[in-house]
C-alpha cells in the first residue's frame, strides 16, 4: 500500500494517509480480442483481399488505383470492404456491366 496527499481542512494542512489507491494497475486485466470468423468480416486486409480474388497484391493495389475496388482508411491500415469484393468477382462491378 502507498500513502497518498490528502487535504485535511481541519488542521489547515496536508498530511499523508495510508488510503487504499483509486487505480490499481496489477488488477487490471487485458482488454479481450474479439474473433470473427472471416465470412463474417466487413473489412479486409489487402492481403486477405487478394487472397479473396485470387490475385497478386500488385494486381489488388492496380484494382484500387484504377478505382475499380474502393477502400476504406482506419488508422494507418487500408481496408477494402467484403461486399464490393463479392460485387467485384461476380462481375457485376458497374465498370463491368456492358449495356
Known amino acids: 500500500m502507498s500513502a497518498e496527499r490528502v ?7 496536508l498530511k499523508l494517509s495510508p488510503q487504499e489507491p483509486s487505480f490499481k494497475a496489477d488488477r487490471r486485466k487485458p482488454p479481450q480480442r ?4 472471416p465470412e463474417d468480416k466487413l473489412l479486409v486486409s ?3 483481399a487478394a487472397q479473396l480474388l485470387s490475385i497478386s497484391q500488385r494486381g489488388l ?10 477502400t476504406r482508411r482506419i488508422g ?14 461476380r462481375c457485376d462491378h ?5 449495356s
Not at 493495389?61 to 474502393?70: E, F, G, I, N, T
Not at 494507418?76 to 468477382?89: Q, S, T
Open 7 to 13: 487535504i485535511d481542512f481541519e488542521s489547515g494542512g
Open 34 to 37: 474479439v474473433t470473427v470468423a
Open 46 to 48: 489487402r492481403e486477405e
Open 61 to 70: 493495389d492496380y484494382l484500387v488505383a484504377s478505382k475499380r475496388l474502393p
Open 76 to 89: 494507418g491500415r487500408v481496408l477494402i470492404p467484403v461486399a464490393d469484393l463479392r460485387k467485384y468477382a
Open 94 to 98: 458497374p465498370e463491368r456491366i456492358v
